[in-house]
């Protein structure tokens, strides 16, 4: 598993992007309305992605870790005890299992969206708020 970003849920999203703009984090991408991906330098992949969305909200703050294809992963892992089963979302094939202590650990397949090509040149913007 390796590191991609953080995940934070919030309720209001165009407040919390001008929140982090102010400590110098910059939007990178909107995938869709309810997501933005920020990161303090455009030649760098995001740092952070914020996320309007209630079961996000009830997962809590965490990480979002690349564990190359998910749907491979979740085969082999049958096991964990999966919160939300592979899925598509506008940022690429996603999944969630809590580990033993109940935190989530989210997964992220960004081969259908290539997050390290977002910071490279203008910001792909996919809504504008």
């Known amino acids: 598993m390796k590191l991609l970003f953080e995940l ?19 939007p990178l991408s909107w995938p869709d309305d309810e997501t ?11 740092t952070l992605m914020l996320v309007r969305d209630p079961v996000e909200s009830a997962l809590r703050s965490g ?27 506008s940022t ?17 397949d960004y081969r259908p969206y290539d997050l390290r090509a977002v910071g490279r040149g203008r910001p792909a913007l996919a809504a504008v708020s």
Do not use: K, N
């Open 36 to 46: 933005v991906l920020l990161g303090s330098d455009r030649s760098e992949p995001p």
């Open 63 to 89: 990480a979002i870790y690349e564990v190359g294809d998910v749907d491979t992963f979740y085969a082999q892992h049958l096991d964990l005890d999966w919160l939300v089963p592979p899925t598509d979302r």
């Open 92 to 108: 690429g094939r996603y999944a969630v299992f809590a580990d033993r202590t109940g935190t989530a650990v989210r997964l992220l």
């Open 8 to 26: 934070r849920p919030v309720e209001h999203l165009d407040a919390s992007v001008d929140y982090y703009r102010d400590l110098g984090l910059y």
